[in-house]
């Protein structure tokens, strides 16, 4: 495995590549209407050679806050990532939030935590727009595909 793909799945989510050579990361594509966008995710993972690549993706939870509505739109866009790997033939590997935040001691931890931290690991990507807002969901993935390159050794 040369690249190891990091994706978190939500609506404000992020997909990172870390690979031997470079890191990037790219917030959640997304139609106008707000929904996950299939084919913004596949243009941007069909650019990997998928035979030396492997994703980590965080395993989908229904949130104790989020209604049956917001629940079933997080799984339909769960699932078009799903079959945007298959399709691509990337094999992935579904894991819990509490898997990879302990390998970076962010259990329990905010969302502030995991920025900073991808900030020391990334530190040419930006998780801070101009205006401050935290792009957690492009730290959060930076993590998840830091964590498959340590257990994955690449």
Do not use: H
């Not at 596949?42 to 229904?62: D, M, P, T, V």
């Amino acid at each position: 495995m040369g690249i190891i793909i990091g994706i978190d799945p939500g609506k404000a989510g992020g997909i990172a590549v870390v690979s031997t050579e470079a890191s990037t990361c790219i917030d959640m594509p997304l139609l106008a209407s707000g929904e996950i966008d299939s084919l913004g995710i596949f243009r941007f993972l069909a650019k990997l050679n998928a035979g030396k690549s492997f994703c980590i993706l965080e395993k989908a939870q229904a949130m104790p806050q989020q209604g049956a509505v917001g629940t079933f739109n997080y799984g339909t866009g769960f699932g078009k990532i799903q079959a945007v790997l298959e399709i691509l033939q990337i094999p992935y590997e579904e894991i819990r939030p509490q898997k990879w935040k302990k390998e970076f001691s962010l259990l329990k931890t905010e969302k502030k935590d995991s920025v900073a931290m991808a900030q020391k690991l990334f530190p040419s990507i930006e998780f801070i727009t101009p205006r401050g807002r935290l792009l957690d969901g492009r730290a959060e993935s930076c993590l998840m595909a830091e964590y498959g390159r340590r257990k994955k050794g690449v």
